[in-house]
């Protein structure tokens, strides 16, 4: 659900989650090509 941009807080809301940690924790996974894809936009950001 993460990857799909939806906004952590309202998946916390959705899950029920008291703590956002929680649901980053369950929900967030990055790899190697998330990495690369986030440097991407650093990049050009700088």
Known sequence: MAKSGM?????????????????????????AEDAKEELGKYAKMA
């Open 7 to 31: 906004n952590p807080k309202t998946l916390q809301y959705l899950m029920g989650h008291s703590d956002i940690g929680v649901t980053l924790n369950t929900y967030t996974h990055l790899g």
